[in-house]
């Protein structure tokens, strides 16, 4: 091999050892946004404390690196989840999640005459505590394995994007499906909380009026830090959590039961939940036959519901307002568009960034492929 062979293979085995013990490293503190505190690296890198203000996971990883480095990873992580685009993240104020304060009632006022008194009147609250789950796994790749191809920096960051990956899909599955009630361990979600045509917040749940097994959910959510948005409990570190152990003795469960080999360890964490601060900023639009809307037969009128739950939310200039639908529903509502509604009504294709988007009526639309086709009737 000659010296220049040499030299190009020690820059490039440079380059992924900075990915994977700076950029990442980096990447833990920047994920939630909030309090950001400092995550152990290669380097012994120390965080900076920034606001609470609620910011957008790109927000915060400009803010703290303007040159671009860390928000580049920050966005292959929305590519991979449209949520994070738009979610805003605020620090709790409990160790295990936040506590709300939810007005109830409102005083009582009246007209009066001269020398007439009125009765002395207050409001009413009620505080809701809301719980913040973790989400955790660990790696642990064969040393031995990892060496085989020479390049142990490129093989270690290809695994941790999978597992960043699978982080992503489980957090934006739970946001919707998590149900604390049934499985303690996770927050609970938006489905859980409008889950019924007949509760109290039933005016925010407009049923697509269909029968079958085969449903699903459209939804809008209005982002905002009084309104609904994402938690992390206080004085944790925010976001995804990357300890590198590097090589450890660790028990095989596969092959010769209680083995030990050599192995490239790591663990990975997200501590999160939601606050749901105004249940009218919500807005579900459940039983959605798919198979009716793919068929074109008493199918759901994609555009009526949407435009019904945009009148649901009290005020969309108060919030980030997004509607969420899985790809089916995204399709058929771009076919009913072209077949039924005239110029779009209301519907257009914008570029943000350089990545088209969808829009109605000022809203961005969002792919989320996490909203299942196999969701329980609402009733």
Not at 214 to 233: A, K, R
């Given at each position: 091999?000659t010296?220049?062979?040499?030299?190009?293979?020690?820059?490039?085995?440079?380059?992924m050892f900075?990915?994977?013990?700076?950029?990442?490293?980096?990447?833990?503190?920047?994920?939630?946004?909030?309090?950001?505190?400092?995550?152990?690296?290669?380097?012994?890198?120390?965080?900076?404390?920034?606001?609470?203000?609620?910011?957008?996971?790109?927000?915060?990883?400009?803010?703290?690196?303007?040159?671009?480095?860390?928000?580049?990873?920050?966005?292959?992580?929305?590519?991979?989840?449209?949520?994070?685009?738009?979610?805003?993240?605020?620090?709790?104020?409990?160790?295990?999640?936040?506590?709300?304060?939810?007005?109830?009632?409102?005083?009582?006022?009246?007209?009066?005459l001269?020398?007439?008194?009125?009765?002395?009147?207050?409001?009413?609250?009620?505080?809701?505590d809301?719980?913040?789950?973790?989400?955790?796994?660990?790696?642990?790749?064969?040393?031995?394995?990892?060496?085989?191809?020479?390049?142990?920096?490129?093989?270690?960051?290809?695994?941790?994007?999978?597992?960043l990956?699978?982080?992503?899909?489980?957090?934006?599955?739970?946001?919707?499906?998590?149900?604390?009630?049934?499985?303690?361990?996770?927050?609970?979600?938006?489905?859980?909380?409008?889950?019924?045509?007949?509760?109290?917040n039933?005016?925010?749940?407009i049923?697509?009026?269909?029968?079958?097994?085969?449903?699903?959910?459209?939804?809008l959510?209005g982002?905002?830090?009084?309104?609904?948005?994402?938690?992390?409990?206080?004085?944790?570190?925010?976001?995804?959590?990357?300890?590198?152990?590097?090589?450890q003795?660790?028990?095989?469960?596969?092959?010769?039961?209680?083995?030990?080999?050599?192995?490239?360890?790591?663990?990975?964490?997200w501590?999160?939940?939601?606050?749901?601060?105004d249940?009218?900023?919500?807005?579900?639009i459940?039983?959605?036959?798919?198979?009716?809307?793919?068929?074109?037969?008493?199918?759901?009128?994609?555009?009526?519901?949407?435009?019904?739950?945009?009148?649901?939310?009290?005020?969309l200039?108060?919030?980030?307002?997004?509607?969420?639908?899985n790809?089916?529903?995204?399709?058929?509502l771009?076919i009913?568009?072209?077949d039924?509604?005239?110029?779009?009504?209301?519907?257009?294709?914008?570029?943000?960034?350089?990545?088209?988007?969808?829009?109605?009526?000022?809203?961005?639309?969002?792919?989320?492929?996490?909203?299942t086709?196999?969701?329980?009737l609402?009733?």
């Amino acid at each position: 091999m000659t010296m220049q062979m040499i030299l190009l293979n020690l820059a490039a085995l440079a380059v992924m050892f900075f990915v994977l013990y700076v950029a990442l490293p980096q990447l833990a503190r920047a994920i939630l946004g909030g309090k950001i505190v400092g995550v152990p690296s290669a380097f012994g890198m120390a965080g900076a404390t920034l606001g609470t203000a609620a910011l957008t996971l790109a927000d915060w990883a400009k803010r703290l690196d303007p040159d671009g480095k860390v928000p580049t990873v920050v966005e292959l992580l929305s590519q991979t989840n449209d949520i994070l685009t738009d979610m805003l993240w605020i620090e709790g104020n409990l160790p295990t999640g936040h506590r709300t304060t939810v007005r109830t009632g409102l005083p009582t006022v009246a007209w009066r005459l001269l020398n007439q008194g009125t009765t002395p009147s207050k409001s009413t609250t009620a505080q809701i505590d809301e719980q913040a789950g973790m989400l955790e796994a660990w790696s642990e790749v064969d040393k031995d394995l990892a060496e085989l191809n020479g390049n142990v920096g490129a093989f270690r960051l290809s695994e941790a994007m999978a597992f960043l990956e699978a982080m992503n899909q489980e957090m934006a599955q739970t946001l919707f499906y998590g149900n604390s009630g049934l499985a303690p361990e996770e927050f609970t979600g938006l489905a859980t909380r409008y889950s019924s045509l007949t509760s109290t917040n039933a005016s925010n749940v407009i049923t697509g009026s269909g029968a079958g097994a085969d449903n699903s959910s459209i939804w809008l959510v209005g982002w905002g830090s009084d309104t609904i948005c994402g938690i992390f409990p206080k004085a944790s570190k925010a976001g995804i959590i990357h300890e590198d152990y590097g090589v450890q003795t660790v028990t095989t469960a596969t092959g010769i039961g209680g083995g030990k080999m050599r192995a490239y360890q790591e663990r990975y964490q997200w501590k999160a939940g939601i606050a749901q601060k105004d249940w009218r900023y919500a807005v579900r639009i459940p039983n959605i036959d798919i198979s009716n809307l793919v068929g074109k037969s008493s199918a759901a009128d994609l555009i009526e519901l949407m435009i019904k739950a945009t009148y649901r939310i009290p005020s969309l200039n108060r919030c980030r307002p997004v509607f969420y639908m899985n790809r089916t529903c995204m399709q058929m509502l771009d076919i009913q568009r072209r077949d039924d509604i005239i110029a779009g009504a209301g519907l257009t294709w914008e570029t943000v960034d350089g990545k088209r988007q969808g829009t109605f009526r000022g809203i961005p639309l969002r792919l989320c492929d996490q909203l299942t086709e196999a969701e329980t009737l609402v009733s």
